[in-house]
Nanobody, 121 residues
Framework: QVQLVESGGGLVQAGGSLRLSCAAS????????MGWFRQAPGKERELVAQ???????TYVDSVKGRFTCSRDNAANTVYLQMNNLKPEDTAVYYC???????????????WGQGTQVTVSS
């Protein structure tokens, strides 16, 4: 079982940047795809970025060109660099293993506590 701990969230003004980290322990995750999800108040959780075991990335349209997902398999860590943040990016961000289920990427395993990102206007 993989344990995931997200960190790096905070309060930032619009246009600012944050770098989220997701540290995995208990089992190497280098063979697995990883996803960053977010959930804003009153909204469903959505996948915003995904990275395969070969570091191929995909992003939801709303963050393309602003967010960059990367991974360091030696450090068992996945990152989400978020630039030019907007108030609508405010949410709790979660990382989790993901698997391709034919129609998209689906979360696998248990959710962590996430990290809060708040963008002020």
């Amino acid at each position: 079982q993989v344990q995931l701990v997200e960190s790096g969230g905070g309060l930032v003004q619009a246009g600012g940047s944050l770098r989220l980290s997701c540290a995995a322990s208990g089992r190497t995750f280098s063979s697995y795809g990883m996803g960053w999800f977010r959930q804003a108040p009153g909204k469903e959780r959505e996948l915003v970025a995904q990275i395969t075991s070969r570091s191929i990335t995909t992003y939801v349209d709303s963050v393309k060109g602003r967010f960059t997902c990367s991974r360091d398999n030696a450090a068992n860590t996945v990152y989400l660099q978020m630039n030019n943040l907007k108030p609508e990016d405010t949410a709790v961000y979660y990382c989790i293993l993901v698997a391709w289920v034919g129609s998209g990427w689906a979360p696998v395993g248990s959710w962590g506590q996430g990290t809060q990102v708040t963008v002020s206007s």
